[in-house]
């Protein structure tokens, strides 16, 4: 008989490498077959209920690593939800209308006009449609659960209804309105854009100075001066109609040589140096308010710029003149209403200057710039022309610059609901902390919602118009559109007359002959989007309103928080979420935006056949999203390792728990030595951290206690001694069964405490454990059970473990000095005081197997030579004796068993007592 086989060396069907690129979707199959989610729903269904809402990721292409972000943390948070006690269904969506789907059409070759809106947007469907099931593929790689054969989508028909029932809602409040004043315009995307589908970048623009001829001074300004303006919108100027002033700032009429300007006084020093003025006199004062309904000349046409007063000029830059085109402009148009003044937007869709702006119709608005300068320039008005760098608005789809724009547009007003959502956002949660202020400057400070895009794929707004323009949204008519969405979805707008979709029977007094007409713009996206709370979680019996939880990027403070949030608030009175965890941007290892034009793009499909999902999912464990997240291959190697650790330290107690059945072979935790005793509290303590870290959804704690847990509590200490006992002592001995019990209950609690995180790998566990639950997923989070004595427990070996410390530290200097090799060479003698002595006496343990070396003594005098420390002095030398074939500790007491020459005393008495047979055969090395 050979000397291994009279050793306990555990062994386990559970491999090494995880093969996770291969073994992942076989195991996402089998979880499909064993309808895991559904069953997990069928356990909880009586329990307390926490929903998250999922935000609609946009139907357009394979996912990147944002999404993996974001579903991944949504998906730890469900599964921990689940886990904790929660009844936690997780429905997703997607955002499946707008704009980037009719320019993917439009790169595939699809003419929008040579074809019916019907035909064109069936086309649209097919795609939007073809991309869901490409990305809910890549979602459930991940290993995302879900209800992913019930999604919600904004096609859908009786999505599309809810959405048109909000919109009634939101009518019938008084809410809705059309007016014609500048809106964000997007030549790039010949619509509207919403605030939040604008984002600025820096761009070089035109700094323009123009001398407006005065007309009429009214008495106090020479009829021979010029107003001084200041624009870097050059292109704007063909719309002038007035020059604002503040009324409470002093302007000065100066004298340059011949020439005789207003400014703001203020601004003088700085223009003198702007235009190169040596020499100027001051020849009045007066304040911005004596100037309004002076008149000044257009610089290159025959009519008026009347002087109008407005509190948005300020002193920060240009003149304080400041030149106004009422159509172009903002704050342009809201003082150009107390004036009466026309609202003058001459540039078509395309961003083309149309017949209103003579001499310049035909060019697109920024090759009108130079134009505009030379015509200036021609007439002696141009006194200065440079050039800037500055942040501009762009279009946050195609990238573009977009233009303020006057055009007939539908909007939802914002101030009759503005302290009801601001008093909401007051009642929500958020995480970061600092969301709160950012949504509710966005809400405190947002003008009216443009809700109207002149597009085709989307919901049709359900607005007719009778014979004389007057446009029809009643209850009656738009719930009815509601009620034909529902049955047919939105395509019968278009395939339907406006007759045929009203109400049998509907009659107006503004069409007296029957007629009516319909509305071509459709909803804005961010309605569509903004309005899921409606249908998800109204209508879905599984889920239920207000949401627990919405987390999205940061981004989505301008986005879905916003439009969800004002919708909500408008047609229920509340907020649709209770809380808001928003999270950073994905950027490189070095901290640069990921592009593909940059080339440092990272797809998760690429991580995941190279490390597998597992290694995505820990890494998102591990980052805080709180703010911008960098992310390289190198990064998902190192994560890769931290896997391997864990595997192995697991791996290493399975093998080890194999022969081990916890009904018949556990022990009671009172019967337990203390080092047991010590890491059944430190596991205990894990598990409520954990716990308390899924609860306030702080999953770097998660992993940061785990992988510490396993590497120093487990690895580095308890399994590393724990050799001596679950090899070498009898199979079925009390110390090896006290071992097992604490690493069987680690294993099932860390296999239960990583499920939400590393759900694969952690049901690969599972299956050599000895529970009675099929699944880890199908069980609940550890009991976390306080023990009573465990403060005095902790104490007793955190002063041990300091200890510990100091004796590892004389190893090692041993070591480097060639006394010993391994530590098992070793003889550690300690002269203690008499605290650390006290410790060591009350632990009752074998300090020397703690320590793993061969011979262990306290010296009861001080030592002449040794290691000093505060409270020690330990001594290192080579341990007397032979080696022991068994063990592989140096003893004195080797061969003492004539039988056995080759082993210590301990093995010896092990193999008469148990391997009788070894003495009648012989044990051979």
């Given at each position: 008989?050979?000397i291994k086989?009279t ?8 491999p ?10 076989e195991w996402q199959q089998e979880w ?7 069953r ?5 269904k009586?329990?307390p209920t926490?929903i998250l809402?999922d935000?609609?990721?946009y139907?357009?292409?394979?996912i ?15 599964r921990?939800k ?15 209308h707008g ?7 439009t790169?595939?070759?699809i003419?929008?006009?040579e074809?019916?809106?019907v035909?064109?947007?069936k086309?649209c469907?097919?795609?939007a449609m ?10 459930k790689?991940?290993g ?6 019930h999604p919600y989508?904004t096609?859908l028909?009786?999505y599309?209804?809810e959405?048109?029932?909000?919109f009634?809602?939101m009518?019938?409040r008084?809410l809705?309105y059309?007016g014609?004043?500048?809106?964000y315009w997007s030549?790039s995307?010949?619509s509207?854009?919403?605030e939040?589908?604008v984002e600025?970048k820096?761009i ?5 100075y123009?001398?407006f001829?005065v ?6 300004i020479?009829n021979d001066?010029?107003?001084?303006i200041?624009?870097t919108?050059?292109?704007t100027?063909?719309a002038?109609e007035a020059i604002?002033?503040?009324p ?8 340059v040589n011949d ?9 003088i020093?700085?223009l003198?140096q702007?235009?190169g003025?040596?020499n100027w006199?001051v020849l009045k004062t007066?304040?911005?308010?004596e100037?309004?309904y002076?008149?000044a ?5 025959d009519?008026?710029?009347l002087?109008?007063l407005?509190?948005?000029v300020?002193l920060?830059d240009?003149t304080g003149l ?13 003082v ?5 003044l026309e609202?003058l ?8 200057l149309?017949?209103?702006a003579p001499?310049?119709d035909?060019?697109?608005?920024e090759?009108?710039?130079k ?6 320039t021609?007439?002696?008005?141009m006194?200065?022309?440079d050039?800037?760098?500055?942040s501009y608005?762009h279009d946050w ?8 724009r006057?055009?007939?547009q539908?909007f ?5 609901i ?6 909401q956002?007051?009642?929500?949660k958020?995480?970061p ?8 400057n966005?809400?405190r400070?947002?003008?009216d ?8 794929w989307g ?6 118009y ?9 209850q009656?008519?738009?719930?009815h ?8 979805g939105?395509?019968?707008?278009f ?17 007296p002959?029957g ?5 071509t713009d459709i909803?804005?996206?961010?309605f569509?989007?903004?309005s ?6 109204r ?6 309103f207000p949401?627990d ?8 403070y ?6 969800s949030?004002?919708?909500s608030v408008a ?10 965890l928003s999270?950073?941007f994905i950027?490189?290892g070095?901290?640069?935006?990921m592009?593909?034009?940059?080339g440092?793009?990272i797809v998760p ?9 597992e ?6 464990s591990?980052?805080d999203?709180?703010s ?5 291959v190198?990064t998902f190697k190192?994560?890769?390792?931290t ?7 697991l791996?290493?107690?399975l093998?080890n728990?194999?022969?081990f059945?916890p009904q018949t ?5 009172d019967?337990?030595?203390?080092v047991d005793?010590y ?6 303590q894990?598990?409520a951290t ?14 940061k206690?785990v ?6 509590d487990?690895?580095a200490?308890?399994?590393?001694f ?7 002592d009898a199979?079925?001995s ?5 071992m097992?019990?604490?690493?069987y ?10 499920t ?6 952690m ?5 050599q454990?000895?529970?009675s639950?099929d ?6 989070m ?5 023990y ?5 427990i902790l104490?007793?070996w ?5 200890f510990?410390?100091?004796v590892?530290k ?5 070591r ?6 391994k530590?098992?060479e070793?003889?550690v003698t300690?002269y203690p005081?008499a605290?650390?002595?006290q410790?060591l006496d009350?632990?009752?343990a074998?300090?020397g ?5 061969s011979?262990f003594k306290?010296?009861?005098t001080?030592?002449?030579s040794?290691?000093e420390y505060?409270?020690?002095?330990v001594?290192v ?6 080696v022991c074939?068994?063990c ?7 061969g003492q ?8 005393v301990?093995?010896?008495q ?5 391997y009788?047979e070894?003495l009648?055969e012989g044990l051979?090395?």
């Open positions: 008989m050979r086989d050793l306990n060396v555990g062994k386990t069907a559970f090494m490498r995880g093969n996770l690129p291969k073994k992942e979707p499909d077959d064993q309808q895991i989610y559904q997990r729903q069928a356990l909880n009586d329990l926490f809402h935000g609609p990721p139907a357009n292409g394979n990147h690593m944002g999404h993996a972000l974001n579903k991944v943390t949504k998906d730890i948070i469900i921990s689940s886990m904790l006690g929660y009844r936690a269904p997780y429905v997703p969506g997607w955002d499946t704009l980037p789907i009719e320019q993917e059409l790169k595939q070759g003419k929008r006009k074809m019916s809106t035909d064109y947007r086309l469907y097919d795609y073809n991309e869901v099931e490409k990305q809910k593929k890549d979602f790689r991940l995302v659960s879900g209800d992913w054969e989508l096609l028909p009786k599309e209804a959405e048109i029932k909000v009634a809602k009518v019938d008084g809705i059309r014609k004043k500048p809106v030549p995307s010949e509207t854009l919403a939040a589908e600025y820096d070089k623009s035109p700094s323009l123009v001398a001829p007309r009429d001074g009214k008495g106090l020479d001066a010029y107003f001084v200041w624009t919108t050059p292109w100027l063909p002038n604002c002033v503040n409470n700032f002093d302007y000065s009429l100066l004298q020439k005789k300007y207003v400014v703001a006084s203020e601004r020093d700085y003198a702007v235009f003025w040596e006199q007066f304040k911005g308010r100037m309004e002076m008149v000349k257009h610089p290159f046409y009519r008026d710029s002087l109008i407005g509190n948005h300020t920060d240009g400041v030149h106004t085109a009422p159509g172009l402009g903002n704050d342009d148009f809201n150009g209403q107390k004036y009466g609202v937007s001459p540039v078509d869709d395309h961003g083309y149309t017949k209103e001499g310049f035909g060019l697109f608005y090759d009108a710039n134009k505009v300068t030379a015509t200036l021609d007439k002696g008005l006194m200065k022309l050039f800037f760098v500055h608005p789809r195609t990238k573009k610059p977009v233009i303020f006057s055009t007939p539908w939802a007003s914002i101030d009759p503005r302290e009801d959502i601001l008093e956002i007051n009642e929500v958020f995480k902390a600092w969301g709160k202020t950012r949504l509710y966005m809400i400070d947002r003008g919602w443009v809700i109207s895009r002149q597009r085709v919901v049709p707004m359900p607005i007719f009778a014979e004389d323009g007057t446009p029809i949204m009643t009656e008519t738009i719930l559109v509601a009620d034909l969405f529902a049955q047919y939105s395509n019968i707008w395939e339907k007359s406006a007759k045929e979709l009203l109400p049998e029977g509907f009659s107006h007094p503004g069409s002959h007629q009516f007409t319909k509305e909803l804005d996206v961010w569509d989007s903004g899921s709370h409606q249908y998800t979680l209508t879905r019996d599984d889920l239920s949401s939880m919405y987390l999205e990027g940061s981004d989505q301008r986005g879905w928080f916003n439009s949030l004002i919708t047609v229920n009175g509340v907020a649709p979420y209770r809380q808001i999270q950073g950027l490189d070095k901290g640069h935006k592009s593909k034009s940059l440092n793009v499909g690429d991580i995941e056949r190279q490390f597998g999902a290694i995505i999912r820990l890494w998102v591990s980052v999203t709180s911008d997240v960098p992310v390289s190198e190192q994560v890769s390792e896997y391997r650790k864990i595997r192995n330290t791996r290493f107690m093998a728990t194999t022969d059945d072979n556990g022990v009671a935790f019967d337990l030595r203390s005793q890491l059944m509290v430190k596991l205990d894990l598990t954990v716990e308390k870290a899924y609860e306030d959804f702080d999953f770097p704690t998660v992993y206690h992988v510490s847990f396993l590497a120093n487990m690895s200490f308890y399994l590393d724990a050799k001596d006992v679950i090899y070498i199979p079925d009390l110390s090896r069964r006290q097992q019990t604490v690493m209950s680690a294993t099932v609690a860390i296999a239960k405490l990583l939400p995180i590393l759900p694969h790998t049901e690969q566990v599972w299956q454990l000895k529970e639950e699944f880890v997923q199908l069980t609940f550890p009991k976390v059970h306080n009573p004595q465990a403060a005095e104490q007793q955190q002063s041990f473990m300091h510990r410390d100091e590892l004389s190893l090692e200097q041993a480097d000095q060639k006394v010993i090799g530590s098992l070793a003889a300690i005081q605290q650390l002595k410790l009350s632990l009752n074998n300090v197997q703690l320590l793993i070396v011979q306290v010296s009861e001080k030592l002449a040794a290691d505060d409270d020690v002095q001594q030398t080579a341990a007397p004796g032979q074939q068994r592989w500790m140096t003893k004195e007491d080797v068993d004539a039988d056995l020459p080759n082993l210590c301990r093995c010896a092990i193999i008469r007592n148990h009788p070894a009648s051979e090395k």
